[in-house]
């Protein structure tokens, strides 16, 4: 899967932040978050810090912060053993950690104070806050740096969407022009979370250009199915060579069988009634090989289907 910006990682831990909104304030602007938090140096990149944060019960979220994005913690600090207290600023507002960093590896408790400006512009696009109906996942928009600016232009190519849906599409980098490449080229409405899958798993617009030489029209769902197992437009074209017709959910159910032209190809040496790609899969799934479809035309049953040889089969 290509890499992200971040990764939602759902872990067995630590009870829910505590998320207070202030009693003079507008719960849709103004929230303030605190949560349990532990961080450790990056084993591949000595200036970042990989984050967790403890968002609710039996899940976090786990992020790269690069050491120059917080203000007040030096690599130094990471070692010391002492007490530290550092800032995250972004858009969305300001996250407030303490704790302690022994090693390299540390933790302690962090405070979340949103920025009255970011939720008046996010309100002001009419993107609907379901994060704070929910109460939950409101600190993906600091930590991921969820900007009203990455909104607005995501807004503009079409993806209407609520808050929570552009901290997914942040945390698996949707990007505004993949977005406007895309939408040409793929059959159907895109809706939020196929972006989403259609990001995660690397779908770019080349890859969808490609598989348009063996199909004229994709939906999103053939794509993300298609990509996730790894099909290309050679594979079609070796099963059209022999005569199958393969339709994109074809392709994906062939190629998760392991159905390969060779294997048809032995299949239909032997006798066996191959005409579609459903009966290619139905002999595969069932584990019939060439000399099964023999013993089942010498037993007496010519031209078999995958059912005509495991009826035989279970007769002998």
């Known amino acids: 899967m290509k890499a992200a910006l971040a990764a939602m990682i759902f872990l067995g831990v630590g ?43 039996g899940s976090s979220l786990g992020i790269g912060i690069r050491l120059a994005d917080l203000e007040g913690l030096s690599e130094a600090d990471l070692r010391s053993g002492k007490p530290v207290d550092f800032r995250l600023v972004r858009e969305a507002g300001t996250i407030h950690f303490s704790g302690t960093f022994r090693n390299g590896e540390g933790g302690g408790t962090l405070r979340f104070e949103g920025n009255p400006a970011y ?77 989403m899958a259609l990001a995660a798993l690397g779908v770019s617009p080349d890859y969808v250009r490609e598989m348009r030489t063996a199909y004229k029209t994709l939906d999103a769902h053939d794509l993300t199915s298609m990509k996730a197992l790894g099909v290309a437009p050679a594979d079609i074209a070796r099963f059209k060579a022999i005569g199958l017709d393969v339709t994109p ?22 006798g066996a009634r191959v005409r579609t790609a459903g009966d290619a899969q139905s002999f595969r799934a069932l584990g019939i090989s060439p000399a ?12 078999p289907s995958a059912s005509d040889v495991m009826r035989i089969s279970r007769r002998y």
Not at 129 to 157: H, K, Q
């Open 15 to 57: 009870p829910a932040p505590e998320i207070r909104t202030p009693a003079t304030a507008d719960p849709a602007h103004i929230l303030s978050v605190e949560a349990p938090w532990t961080a450790r140096l990056s084993r591949s990149d000595p200036h970042q810090l990989q984050l967790d944060v403890r968002e609710r019960p």
């Open 249 to 270: 959910q074809d392709a994906t159910g062939l190629k998760a069988l392991g159905v390969t032209p060779d294997y048809v190809r032995a299949l239909r040496d032997a």
């Open 119 to 195: 939720w008046s512009k996010l309100a002001a696009m009419g993107v609907r806050n379901d994060l704070t109906d929910r109460r939950t996942g409101i600190l993906g928009l600091p930590l991921l740096d969820v900007r009203s600016d990455y909104i607005a232009d995501l807004r503009r190519e079409g993806a209407i969407a609520d808050l929570s849906d552009y901290v997914g599409m942040r945390a698996v980098n949707v990007r505004p022009e993949m977005v406007h490449e895309l939408r040409p080229l793929i059959a159907g409405a895109l809706n939020p979370h196929d972006l």
């Open 292 to 303: 099964a479809v023999k013993r089942t035309i010498a037993a007496g049953t010519p031209n």
